[in-house]
């Protein structure tokens, strides 16, 4: 968090904006960590600059290419990304929203509770754009305008969304405790049940019905799958691999989000800035945010998929939480980059090296 706080931060509903782009669109990051704000201080703010807009956020968010030129930012408690570019294809199938393009994103609707305009950047405000949030008042994702944005399309979203119950009081839910889930006691049998399964997906996608159908969470998978299958490294594994990519220009995939959208970055990372507290990988269009001291663990992970094995690496804080997913960059149809299987084996090289007597 910075020194600076504005007046709508509120430390109890936290959410973080991500690096702000220039008046050309270009990200300037920072390394300090990045502004803190909530939706319970925007209804502080409403006026003619911050307006509250109503609950059609799917057909506001498909608006989106309207705007030309934009900057959209999400994250978590631990990481966060901040891309430039323009919303190109947009679709939905129920209320999960998909974004293709430079704008990559996945998009759950049904976590989204409020939303606000900003008409202009102000010094110790929040900067312009639209702004989403959950039922807690936690930030989902920005929409944050430049120089070369439509800003008569901005204003006609706005005209067309503003809330009639502007001055509503909000009913902010708690939000749950963030605490490592109860490990469920599996037996031998269940453990080898487990593992067999893994192998017979089909696509990495299946992973999430494979938790349900077993009763366990993502972290306790880890734990329970072959080494072949998941494989802890060093907490602090990352900071190599990025360190890695950066050196040969390997083009990665990072997915950051929450539960209310997934941000996805598909490129090379083409310089890194780091200090006790953060580690900051850019590329002209990108800002990518770790509070590195948050970062418990790091996991090398294996799935089958019909274009051969899908290796990531994952990172979780200290609940077991998963805040940071990477990939070698590749497109359906075609196997993943060697030369990523090479890196994340590297990784995995260092743990064995560093375990012997």
Do not use: C
Request: net charge negative; hydrophobic share 40%; no cysteine.
């Amino acid at each position: 968090m910075t020194d600076n706080l504005s007046p709508i931060s509120h430390e109890k509903n936290e959410s973080t904006l991500g690096a702000r782009p220039s008046t050309t669109g270009a990200i300037q990051p920072t390394l300090s960590s990045p502004q803190i704000y909530s939706a319970e201080g925007f209804f502080n703010l409403i006026g003619e600059n911050v307006v509250r807009l109503d609950g059609e956020h799917i057909a506001l968010y498909e608006a989106m290419p309207l705007l030309g030129p934009v900057s959209v930012s999400t994250g978590n408690h631990v990481t966060h990304i901040t891309k430039a570019g323009q919303f190109a294809k947009v679709g939905r199938e129920g209320d999960v929203g998909l974004v293709l393009g430079k704008i990559d994103l996945r998009v759950f609707y049904s976590k989204w509770a409020y939303a606000f305009a900003v008409r202009h950047t102000q010094q110790g405000m929040p900067p312009a754009g639209f702004h989403f949030f959950d039922a807690h008042g936690k930030a989902i994702t920005q929409i944050l305008l430049n120089a070369s944005s439509d800003l008569q399309a901005f204003e006609t979203l706005i005209d067309r969304h503003a809330a009639q119950n502007a001055d509503q009081a909000p009913k902010f839910s708690a939000p749950p405790e963030r605490s490592s889930p109860t490990a469920k006691k599996v037996d031998a049998i269940e453990i080898e049940a487990f593992r067999a399964a893994w192998d017979a997906m089909t696509d990495p996608h299946e992973f999430f019905g494979l938790l349900r159908r077993f009763g366990i969470s993502r972290m306790q998978a880890m734990r329970l799958a072959r080494a072949d299958q998941a494989h802890e490294l060093s907490a602090d594994a990352y900071r190599a691999l990025f360190q890695d990519v950066v050196a040969s220009g390997l083009p990665i995939m990072a997915f950051i989000g929450n539960a209310g959208q997934i941000q996805i970055h598909t490129g090379p990372i083409s310089e890194l800035e780091t200090d006790a507290q953060t580690l900051l990988a850019l590329s002209p269009d990108l800002a990518l945010h770790l509070k590195t001291g948050l970062i418990a663990e790091t996991w090398a992970v294996r799935k089958p998929s019909p274009d051969g094995t899908v290796t990531s690496v994952e990172l979780y804080d200290a609940a077991g939480e998963n805040i940071a997913m990477l990939f070698g960059a590749r497109k359906p149809g075609r196997p993943e980059l060697e030369d990523w299987r090479a890196t994340v084996a590297r990784l995995e090289a260092a743990v064995a090296q560093s375990t012997k007597p």
